[in-house]
């Protein structure tokens, strides 16, 4: 017998229109969303449907979790898992402000998409993360060694300067065209970034949110 697998886009962060789908019982956006996953899930031939729960605001937008249920998911080779969390990941819905972060968890595995491209079983990545053209560069570069992407703010809050900003360094490579010849602007961008995070999370009532969730918050704010 196949046990089904939820594939789990978390978070996902949206301005929802307050009208709602009559048949579904689902916002415009939201259902979009599910439409959107459903269009994933037919491009992999991966049977399945999706779904969207409710799960609370933060700083005053509504929260939801994607859930994909697919019985096929845990069978396909790795390349092709990183590609539908990929794909999951993209999802773009127009005028909708949203943040994405994607998980499946099969079984007593957890696979989950990082920001920075890196994909991980359980605590084994499973991939190589986004390389960037400054991969040549000295590990002692101030951009390197960052160690926060899978961290919790409260790890955050405790870590050196050095580590945040390194951190802060991938996430704007991930997500920024960024110009290797222009160091300066990029640290300036990577710094802007960390202290963002760093206001953000100083209350500590947010310690157990994930960075990477709080770094997609400050990255639309700062990079629009």
Same mark, same amino acid.
């Given at each position: 017998?196949?046990? +089904?697998?939820?594939?789990i886009i978390l978070p996902l962060l949206c301005c929802l229109l307050l009208s709602s789908c009559a048949?579904?019982?689902?916002?415009?956006?939201?259902?979009?969303?599910?439409?959107?996953? +459903?269009?994933?899930?037919?491009?992999?031939?991966?049977?399945?449907?999706?779904?969207?729960?409710?799960?609370? +605001?933060?700083?005053?937008?509504?929260?939801?979790?994607?859930?994909?249920?697919?019985?096929?998911?845990?069978?396909?080779?790795?390349?092709?898992?990183?590609?539908?969390?990929?794909?999951?990941?993209?999802?773009?819905?127009?005028?909708?402000?949203?943040?994405?972060?994607?998980?499946?968890?099969?079984?007593?595995?957890?696979?989950?998409?990082?920001?920075?491209?890196?994909?991980?079983?359980?605590?084994?990545?499973?991939?190589?993360?986004?390389?960037?053209?400054?991969?040549?560069?000295?590990?002692?570069?101030?951009?390197?060694?960052?160690?926060?992407?899978?961290?919790?703010?409260a790890e955050w809050r405790k870590a050196s300067y050095t580590n945040r900003l390194a951190t802060a360094?991938?996430?704007?490579?991930?997500?920024?065209?960024?110009?290797?010849?222009?160091?300066?602007?990029?640290?300036?961008?990577?710094?802007?970034?960390?202290?963002?995070?760093?206001?953000?999370?100083?209350?500590?009532?947010?310690?157990?949110?994930?960075?990477?969730?709080?770094?997609?918050?400050?990255?639309?704010?700062?990079?629009?």
């Amino acid at each position: 017998m196949k046990i +089904k697998f939820k594939l789990i886009i978390l978070p996902l962060l949206c301005c929802l229109l307050l009208s709602s789908c009559a048949s579904s019982g689902h916002s415009l956006y939201e259902q979009s969303y599910i439409d959107e996953a +459903k269009k994933v899930l037919t491009e992999f031939n991966l049977s399945g449907d999706a779904k969207m729960e409710y799960k609370g +605001k933060m700083e005053g937008y509504k929260r939801f979790d994607l859930i994909v249920e697919s019985e096929d998911f845990e069978a396909l080779p790795d390349k092709t898992k990183i590609a539908v969390l990929k794909r999951l990941y993209d999802i773009d819905v127009e005028n909708a402000f949203f943040v994405v972060l994607a998980e499946v968890f099969s079984h007593e595995n957890r696979y989950a998409y990082h920001y920075d491209g890196s994909v991980y079983k359980n605590s084994e990545q499973i991939n190589s993360p986004l390389a960037s053209s400054a991969s040549s560069s000295s590990s002692s570069s101030w951009f390197s060694g960052g160690t926060l992407h899978k961290s919790y703010v409260a790890e955050w809050r405790k870590a050196s300067y050095t580590n945040r900003l390194a951190t802060a360094a991938d996430f704007v490579a991930a997500t920024q065209e960024v110009d290797y010849s222009n160091l300066n602007e990029f640290k300036a961008w990577a710094t802007d970034l960390e202290t963002c995070i760093s206001t953000a999370v100083s209350g500590g009532d947010v310690d157990t949110e994930l960075v990477s969730f709080i770094s997609s918050l400050c990255t639309v704010q700062l990079f629009p």
